[in-house]
């Protein structure tokens, strides 16, 4: 669907999901760091390694650029957004401003949720966080279980 004032814009870079609010006549909202070039893609990825960001408005093609995007206001069922002239207001309030930017805890997707929903919340760093502990526990019986069928060979000659 066309993306409607206030609504969250989910951009898929290729390792990663960009976030950015829609505010009108074709015109996002979003976190950047300082030399972030739009559309940029997979050299985006650097943007992870800054620690400040830019609240910046651009326009939603430029900021997807050869990236697919789609609204994606999937929290509406558990925080009730706010009124679309209050999320835009709050994001035009913000543009220009330099932020901290932390991958874990303040990113562009905790900071497009903050403003829809007044809810700092981010579902990539959940999702990789409970991955990576996925990961984390299936290495850790591969290991047990190497480690069992070692002495039992061991045992048996």
Known sequence: PEPKP?????IFRPFYRHWAIYVGDGYVVHLAPPSEIAGAGVASVMSALAD???VKKELLYDVAGRDKYQVNNKHDDKYPPLPPSKIVQRAEERVGQEVLYKLTSENCEHFV???RYGV???DQVRDAITAVSIAGVGLAVASLIGVMVSRNKRQKQ
């Open 113 to 115: 949720n903050e403003l």
């Open 120 to 122: 700092s919340r981010s």
């Open 6 to 10: 206030g609504d969250l814009i989910e």
């Open 52 to 54: 400040k960001a830019i």
